[in-house]
């Protein structure tokens, strides 16, 4: 079965320096949440879309942007890279009315900041 | 406090011992409720689901649903080397769509 597809798999960059991550959703999924997770940490929700407009907002920095597009998948844009940035990016993906909220993680992207 | 509590661990089992694995919560409305398995570096993987009072069982898994008590546990019944890993406890807040995770247990099952 198809699963969400993250781009890149693994990232470097530098100190103020900008990212992009991609999210693909499972096919016919209609929201994608991203989390941030640091070394040793739980998940921590960042931001989700549904019918591409935001649904709902976490711990999210302002240096963060996030949007989906009409294909259903979604960016997430980090400018000014901070030290603290350096941790795994999921993004999952739920369908509507599909079994209960339930959340399908994709690989994530590991970015490191130097 | 954080509003998803795990025991950190780490839990350690014997091969073919039952793992029990616990979770409160603090949002009284949460109706939703999840176990991932997450390996080092890789992705949460979804265990469970479960959304009413009582067990829900699949396979070597039992889920437990506790919602006046706020509690929510997972048994791995035949424990295997291979189920060594974090398990986050997820919940899902009765306001907003987003998982709260607990900060996760270590199992590890020794052969």
């Known amino acids: 079965a198809a699963g969400v597809i993250q781009s890149p798999r693994h990232l470097i960059k530098e100190k103020r320096e900008t990212a992009t991550l991609k999210c693909y959703p499972i096919p016919r999924h209609d929201t994608v949440y991203w989390y941030q997770q640091g070394p040793g940490q739980d998940p921590q929700f960042l931001i989700s879309?549904?019918?591409?407009?935001?649904?709902d907002k976490g711990s999210i920095p302002d240096r963060f942007s996030a949007q989906q597009f009409s294909d259903y998948h979604s960016e997430l844009n980090m400018s000014s890279l901070e030290l603290g940035d350096s941790a795994l990016y999921f993004c999952?993906?739920?369908?509507?009315?599909?079994?209960?909220?339930?959340?399908?993680f994709g690989p994530g992207t590991r970015l490191l900041v130097l | 406090q954080k509003e998803v509590e795990q025991n950190s661990g780490p839990l350690s089992v014997p091969e073919g011992a039952i793992a029990s694995l616990n979770c409160t919560y603090s949002d009284r409305g949460s109706q939703s409720f999840f176990w991932y398995r997450q390996y080092s570096g890789k992705s949460p993987e979804l265990i469970m689901s479960i959304y009413s009072n009582g067990d829900k069982e699949d396979g070597r898994f039992t889920a437990q649903l506790n919602k006046a008590s706020q509690y929510v546990s997972l048994l791995i019944r035949d424990s295997q080397p291979s189920d060594s890993a974090t398990y986050l406890c997820a919940v899902k807040e009765e306001y907003g769509n987003k998982l709260v995770f607990g900060a996760g247990t270590i199992l590890r099952v020794k052969s």
């Open positions: 999952a993906s739920r369908r509507l009315g599909g079994s209960r909220e339930t959340q399908y």
């Open positions: 879309f549904y019918e591409k407009m935001q649904s």
